[in-house]
């Protein structure tokens, strides 16, 4: 295996990878991010270890199986499964893709984190389009089970196959897209969802806080379990007709960002990286507070899913 990027994604990708006992060449053209994202995958482990989630030992183990490596031909050379997750820039990906296909194995796959762009806009970048897929994870990857898989006209039934067996190897739920779509499921229903919210905040409806405690103790508490289209058929689709025909014309149907949303990202309030967003943290430690706890729900919540009732 390997993991080619060791930002957000990559170290959390690299992380599932160790864990399920796969050997794991990380690579990224920083040295300092290798440092950086082997910490960050240590804290992890701790957290799963004080949740019960793991062992000691099996911390130990999973990190034992990560090689981070600033030489891209060590970290592929016989890799069978390629993981890319370097930033968002059609070039930098290109540019790799370049550099991989003159070393990788001729069976390998590679597997592309990218959230924007299609598979059809990324192997214009590659020789062996049959070879490239989309597993698209979710921050933090080593927590959100959903990956979803996009795959070209030109990849084979068994590559894809294969991907969703490894990524249901590493404990994923993948989920295969028969055709490609801007924003593939998870971040469409995000973004109509997110669209709406703002419009509230910026109408003065509620306050951040009691839009997201609407969501996360309403609806969202029934989505870890049931998703929008099963909650249509329990509560009705004679119901849900009605409520689509009264609401959908008086949503929110803005295609632009809202001026306060702009505002605050041209005066560097980006949440919580810079301490300040839609709410305001005090320092560093409020945010890494912030983060364990949002990972120790997280943590908590995988541990019913994977229950059996
Ligand atoms: N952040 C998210 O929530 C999220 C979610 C799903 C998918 N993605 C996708 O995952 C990919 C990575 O995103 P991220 O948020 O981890 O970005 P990031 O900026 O945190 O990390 C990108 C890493 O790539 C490295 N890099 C840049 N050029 C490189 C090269 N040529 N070779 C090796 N490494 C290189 C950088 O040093 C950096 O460490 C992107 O395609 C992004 O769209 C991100």
């Given at each position: 295996m390997a993991v080619l990027g060791a930002g957000t994604m990559g170290h959390g990708i690299t992380q599932l990878y160790a864990q399920a006992g796969f050997d794991v060449y990380l690579y990224d053209i920083n040295g300092e991010i290798l440092q950086d994202a082997l910490n960050k995958i240590s804290t992890n482990l701790d957290l799963l270890f004080q949740e019960n989630a793991i062992t000691l030992a099996e911390k130990e183990k999973t990190l034992q199986y990560i090689f981070t490596t600033t030489n891209l031909e060590e970290a592929v050379s016989g890799s069978k499964f390629i993981t890319e997750a370097v930033s968002e820039n059609l070039n930098v990906k290109f540019d790799l893709f370049k550099q991989l296909e003159e070393i990788v194995d001729k069976d390998a796959i590679i597997a592309s984190n990218t959230s924007t762009f299609s598979i059809k806009q990324l192997s214009?970048?590659?020789?062996?389009?049959?070879?490239l897929i989309i597993t698209h994870f979710f921050n933090p990857a080593h927590l959100v089970p959903l990956v979803e898989v996009v795959k070209s006209e030109e990849i084979a039934q068994e590559i894809i196959e294969h991907t969703v067996a490894i990524l249901k190897g590493i404990g994923k739920k993948p989920v295969v897209l028969k055709k490609g779509i801007p924003g593939l499921i998870a971040n469409r229903l995000q973004a109509a969802l997110v669209r709406e919210a703002f419009y509230l905040l910026d109408n003065g409806i509620a306050d951040a806080k009691d839009i997201d405690l609407a969501v996360s103790a309403g609806p969202g508490f029934r989505w870890a379990f049931i998703g929008p289209l099963e909650t249509a058929d329990f509560g009705g689709l004679d119901i849900w007709k009605s409520v689509v025909e009264n609401l959908a014309p008086l949503l929110s149907k803005e295609e632009k960002v809202p001026p306060f949303v702009k505002e605050k990202v041209d005066n560097g309030q980006f949440g919580t990286k810079t301490g300040n967003g839609l709410f305001t943290y005090q320092g560093n430690d409020e945010v890494q507070n912030k983060i364990r706890e949002r990972d120790i729900h997280f943590i908590r919540l995988l541990n019913i899913k994977n229950e059996e009732i």
């Open positions: 214009e970048g590659v020789q062996k389009k049959d070879r």
